[in-house]
């Protein structure tokens, strides 16, 4: 079997992730382009759903099961003029809901398993696709914004500003219980990740001016936040604050030639769900898929349909999933017309076994039912 060239580009989850997997795959070596050492630490967390976990133990065992946190319960919570309502539980004693994972800890793991598979590394800012014409296939996972995509796709694409910071952190805390919780609060979602027995990050998503006018008070502001929302007075520490903004964008055309966007760049959705990164880890298993159909009948990648069969079997689940969770987060979101009605709605859908069910089976598996 000739061995066909692939070479990756980017080392955030999406780069190094599919480099390892695909690195698997018969007839494949593997290249990975990626910048020197970046100061700025990924101090986020993670949460990847039951069968994703699956996909990634079988696929990288040296990640082991002590990186991931299970979750077996996880509580929405709806914000009214007056209290609280718990609208939503989804629990299964039978199997864990998602699992939590610290970003940094798994991206260093997989880096030790780039230099354990011999992956060659390259360390540099790449700036064009000249210098890659010797590889059969070059997978862009560079991120969200980046001027090289202008010379890959110039169709339209799907965009929004929500003009939103997601705020992170990390909680230290001394809590008995502790669930994987979402808070849809006034200023908008509060998402809340245990990730280890003491500790716990947090996601809230609130407007840019929120944010600006309250820079200089923010871990003071989210503390008191986070004690409010989860009833709890016991003291907590926060630390590892950090800001990104919120957007939309999915691409309408994937790839160009033997060029392919993965990752943030293919599709950059709001966190509220939680869905990105599922929705990544979904395209890898695929691309593995197809990329060991054709290698397996000596096809080369170069030269064949194999990346628009990609296109064609991924487009419409990670079209549908990022504008459900666009419509999740309209749904929420504060507006003094609407809220009355929305609390009716919230409070039934308490009851409504049916929605739990398929909340549960799509957040798991997304479309691939
Ligand atoms: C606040 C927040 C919370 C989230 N929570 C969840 C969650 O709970 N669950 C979930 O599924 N998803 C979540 N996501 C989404 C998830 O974080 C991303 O999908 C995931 O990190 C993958 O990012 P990426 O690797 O595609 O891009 P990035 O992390 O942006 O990585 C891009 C990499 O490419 C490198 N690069 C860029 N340009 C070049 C170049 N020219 N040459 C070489 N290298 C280059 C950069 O240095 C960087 O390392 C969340 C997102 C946010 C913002």
């Known amino acids: ?138 997978i862009l996972c560079i991120g969200g914004q980046s001027k090289i995509y202008d010379n890959i796709t110039k169709t339209r694409s799907i965009k929004k500003d929500y003009k939103e910071i997601a705020i992170t952190g990390y909680v230290k805390h001394n809590y008995k219980t502790l669930n994987t919780s979402q808070f849809f609060l006034k200023e908008g979602p509060l998402a809340i990740l245990p990730f280890s027995k003491n500790y716990f990050s947090f996601v809230w998503s609130v407007k840019r001016s929120f944010f600006v006018n309250n820079s200089k008070k923010i871990t003071a502001l989210v503390k008191n936040k986070i004690v409010e929302s989860l009833k709890n007075k016991e003291d907590i520490t926060i630390s590892n604050i950090q800001s990104y903004p919120i957007s939309l964008h999915l691409r309408r055309q994937y790839h160009q030639k033997n060029v392919l966007i993965l990752g943030e760049g293919l599709h950059t959705i709001h966190p509220v769900a939680g869905q990105g990164f599922n929705l990544v880890l979904r395209d890898i298993k695929k691309l593995k898929e197809i990329i060991k159909y054709y290698t397996s009948l000596g096809i080369s990648l170069e030269n064949s349909y194999m990346l628009y069969d990609f296109y064609k079997s991924r487009k419409p689940e990670n079209t549908i999933m990022s504008l459900g969770v666009d419509a999740t987060h309209s749904f929420f979101k504060q507006n003094k017309y609407l809220d009355p009605l929305k609390e009716i709605l919230v409070k039934n859908i308490k009851n409504n076994e049916k929605l739990k069910k398929f909340s549960k089976i799509i957040s798991n598996r997304g479309l691939s039912l």
């Open 1 to 138: 079997m000739i061995k066909q060239r692939i070479c990756i580009v980017g080392d955030g989850l999406s780069g190094l992730m599919t480099a390892v997997v695909l690195a698997k795959v018969p007839g494949i070596e593997v290249n990975l382009i990626a910048k020197k050492g970046s100061k700025n630490v990924d101090k986020r967390t993670t949460a990847i759903s039951d069968t994703n976990f699956k996909f990634v133990n079988q696929n990288i065992a040296s990640l082991g099961q002590k990186l991931f946190w299970p979750s077996k319960k996880i509580e929405l919570f709806y914000e009214t003029s007056k209290d609280s309502i718990n609208f939503l539980n989804l629990n299964d004693v039978n199997s864990n809901l998602m699992y939590v994972f610290e970003n940094d800890k798994v991206k260093s793991v997989l880096l030790k398993e780039i230099t354990r598979n011999k992956i060659k590394l390259i360390r540099k800012d790449l700036k064009n696709l000249d210098k890659l014409k010797k590889y059969d296939l070059i």
